[in-house]
């Protein structure tokens, strides 16, 4: 029998830098009520969401993608040239092909390493970094690049009052590399068939093109809401219980931010201690899909609420319905607090924590 050779397997993988990117154009919930019936009063009470950000016309995915990324690799301490593989998470590169993701290896000057699109909607950075967690831990690449960047105002329909308001645009992008110890643990992902029909298109892109109408994303919020408040709670109790945390392990807890009622549901049900520090930027960006999870984590750590090794649990989910999270412990801020859209200084690297980190297990 031939054995093939195998590449040799390592102790473990950790995210070496992170970064994001925040468009400019800055939209309030009175500008968003020029377009719907709605108010200012009741899009914060059921959202939590006080503005939100779009991109403008140069600020497209790969221009938004490309700058998360050079934020990531700066605070990484590395070059693109460096990169082993590139993963982008989207839903709104508007071509079925290419990849977004080669187009930001050719950006960022990767050489010609593999790169690959994934589409897991909301869930899609924590898709993406479980992906590169596996391939950093099996050995198959050295460095690899997770990026997750959406425009969903290309795909809001500004007239319908049910989705609008909640629409953002964005990216983020961590670095993950090889470590000594497992930082970054198992994945709990799974996905939910039978709530397909609550999020969708309007019109899949063939109807789009031969109608000349652009396809829209509709979604009916409530079975949504009443979905996320129990399985994700459910879902992050699987992830915390397979890092081998206990809530008062836990530093950060960074939800995908989809609705802040959401979020003080889970914590209802969670019962988490008043020491974990919960994501809120839903208030400032909206719901940016893939990219929710990074923007909050940079917003955190510009706050300086985050410190080397702090254990962060991540957790998406969204059209699918698909959901996937993690622990992962972070790498020390790049400065005390950083500007967002500025290129952080170079990273601060301490020889090593004073007290050691949880060791994350493996996943098997
Ligand atoms: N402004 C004012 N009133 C409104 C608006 C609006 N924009 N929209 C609806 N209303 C009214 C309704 O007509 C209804 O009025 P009625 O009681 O007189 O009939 C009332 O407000 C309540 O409407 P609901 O649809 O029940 O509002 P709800 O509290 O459910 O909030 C929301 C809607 C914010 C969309 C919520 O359902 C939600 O957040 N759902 C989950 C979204 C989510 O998590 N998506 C997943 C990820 S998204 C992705 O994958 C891209």
Request: charged share 15%.
């Amino acid at each position: 029998m031939i054995a093939l050779p195998q590449s040799s397997p390592r102790p473990g993988s950790a995210i070496l830098g992170l970064g994001a990117y925040e468009p400019s154009r800055v939209i309030s919930n009175d500008q968003m009520c020029q377009w719907i019936d709605s108010s200012d009063e009741w899009i914060r009470q059921r959202t939590g969401i006080v503005e939100r950000r779009w991109a403008e016309p140069h600020e497209t995915i790969l221009a938004m993608a490309a700058s998360a990324a050079q934020r990531a690799l700066d605070h990484a301490g590395l070059t693109g040239d460096q990169l082993d593989g590139v993963i982008v998470a989207t839903v709104t590169h508007l071509e079925q092909t290419p990849a977004l993701a080669v187009r930001l290896a050719g950006a960022l000057g990767c050489g010609p390493c593999p790169a690959w699109d994934i589409s897991a909607a909301c869930a899609g950075f924590c898709y993406g970094l479980a992906q590169a967690d596996a391939l950093v831990r099996s050995g198959v690449l050295g460095h690899v690049l997770v990026v997750a960047g959406d425009r969903l105002s290309d795909m809001t329909d500004l007239t319908d009052r049910s989705t609008a308001f909640l629409f953002a645009d964005g990216a983020g992008a961590a670095v993950v590399g090889p470590s000594p110890s497992p930082r970054i643990g198992p994945v709990v992902w799974g996905s939910d068939p039978a709530q397909g029909p609550t999020i969708g298109q309007t019109l899949d892109w063939a109807e789009a093109v031969s109608q000349g109408r652009p396809a829209h994303l509709r979604m009916d919020g409530q079975p949504v809401f009443r979905w996320a408040t129990t399985a994700m709670a459910d879902a992050t109790r699987r992830i915390m219980a397979d890092s081998g945390l206990t809530p008062d392990q836990l530093d950060l807890f960074v939800p995908h931010q989809a609705n802040n009622r959401i979020t003080d549901s889970m914590l209802r049900h969670l019962r988490l201690p008043e020491s974990v520090q919960v994501a809120r930027s839903i208030q400032r960006l909206g719901n940016t899909s893939a990219s929710s999870i990074p923007l909050a984590i940079d917003q955190l750590y510009r706050a300086g609420q985050v410190k080397e090794g702090a254990t962060c649990l991540m957790v998406g989910f969204g059209a699918g319905l698909v959901y996937a999270g993690q622990v992962a412990l972070l790498p020390a801020p790049a400065t005390p607090a950083r500007d967002q859209n500025q290129s952080p200084a170079a990273p601060e690297r301490p020889a090593a924590p004073a007290t050691e980190p949880p060791t994350l297990p493996h996943q098997q």
